[in-house]
């Protein structure tokens, strides 16, 4: 990617208002993989930085519109293009969607589109929510139970939530045909069993294909040092590192709490440009945090396996678990996961 991607970092970072290898993929469940092969063209690296080791992180306040995607813990799924997607039929979507749940859900059983349903379906478009202009807006999909008959006036219940993303994801849409939609960042809130029903009707019609995102130990160690040099406009909580000790007949787990002001002092000073990132700044941050660790404990967190970041930012788990926490660098971290997510793609 070299020059082309570290121009289109520095622009980023001239936008922003105010400074202030991967795991494995697990298929979605009950889902086929299908057989579409696209011309993706160059794969992404790990998240989007050049051979230099160089990424500039984008700093954003977003629209307040997008205030119900924080504090929710939110399961990441890597998708391929969709296939002749039109925005101008997401009314049209959300009917056919709704149908095939409630068939789904009676085994099944034909169930004729437009009659009323148990299961509402909505899909809407977040117009603001995507990084350039060559980011399709994301595309919120929410299922809810409706109210009985007798109580009209009672409000339907939202039972499921995802949402299909885009931010910065410019490399991958740029190297597709033009009947391809590029949202390669899935999340969903919600139970599984609505996940696997909305991710099987998308790859039928769409022909696309859904893969559980991982979040490897060395990416997990990005974000913490990231999110951990972060300003932010309130009191910060702890950072948090946990690591699983391997080997062990029974699971052993090891949390790590700095407080958040040391956390942000100690990458002040490994940090050597503000706003961008070296991968030798983020294992001189992680040896500082390791060095401190043993020195006090005599446990070596090196020969551990790093399993969740926690900051006031964003969380964040290797299973592909992440729960976004402050508006401000929600863009940062959408651009994050959409990397990883684009890196998945195969």
């Not at 997008?66 to 009314?91: D, E, G, I, M, Q």
């Not at 490399?171 to 590029?182: K, M």
């Not at 040092?225 to 910060?236: E, I």
């Amino acid at each position: 990617m070299g020059r082309k991607f570290e121009r289109r970092w520095r622009a980023m970072a001239a936008m922003a208002e105010e400074p202030t290898e991967d795991g494995a993929a697990r298929t979605l469940p009950s889902l086929r993989r299908l057989s579409r092969v696209l011309p993706f063209g160059r794969i992404h690296s790990r998240l989007g930085i050049s051979p230099s080791g160089r990424l500039i992180v984008p700093e954003n306040v977003d629209p307040p519109e997008t205030a119900f995607l924080l504090h929710k813990a939110w399961t990441l799924y890597s998708v391929t293009p969709l296939y002749r997607f039109r925005r101008a039929r997401l009314r049209d979507y959300a009917r056919l969607l709704s149908a095939f749940i409630a068939a789904e859900k009676q085994k099944g059983l034909a169930v004729e589109v437009g009659v009323e349903l148990d299961i509402k379906v909505a899909v809407s478009s977040l117009a603001d929510l995507r990084g350039s202009e060559q980011d399709q807006p994301a595309v919120l999909v929410q299922l809810s139970l409706r109210s009985g008959a007798s109580s009209r006036n009672s409000e339907d219940k939202l039972v499921w939530l995802g949402w299909f993303c885009s931010v910065y994801g410019d490399d991958l849409s740029e190297n597709v045909p033009e009947d391809f939609t590029c949202l390669p960042l899935f999340l969903t809130h919600g139970a599984e069993s609505y996940t696997s029903m909305v991710g099987s009707w998308f790859q039928k019609t769409f022909d696309c294909c859904f893969r559980r995102l991982a979040i490897s130990p060395l990416n997990l160690s990005w974000m913490v040092a990231m999110w951990a040099g972060c300003k932010l406009d309130r009191t910060a909580s702890a950072v948090e590192l946990v690591f699983s000790v391997p080997h062990l007949s029974q699971p052993l787990d090891i949390s790590y709490a700095i407080h958040p002001e040391d956390a942000k002092a100690l990458w002040d000073t490994v940090q050597k440009t503000p706003g961008e990132i070296t991968q030798d700044e983020v294992d001189v941050f992680m040896d500082c945090l390791y060095a401190h660790f043993h020195r006090h404990f005599k446990i070596h967190l090196s020969a551990t396996k790093l399993v969740k970041v926690s900051t006031a930012v964003a969380s964040a788990h290797c299973d592909g678990i992440v729960k976004i926490l402050h508006s401000q660098h929600l863009p940062g971290v959408l651009m994050l996961l959409t990397e990883l997510a684009i890196s998945q793609i195969q």
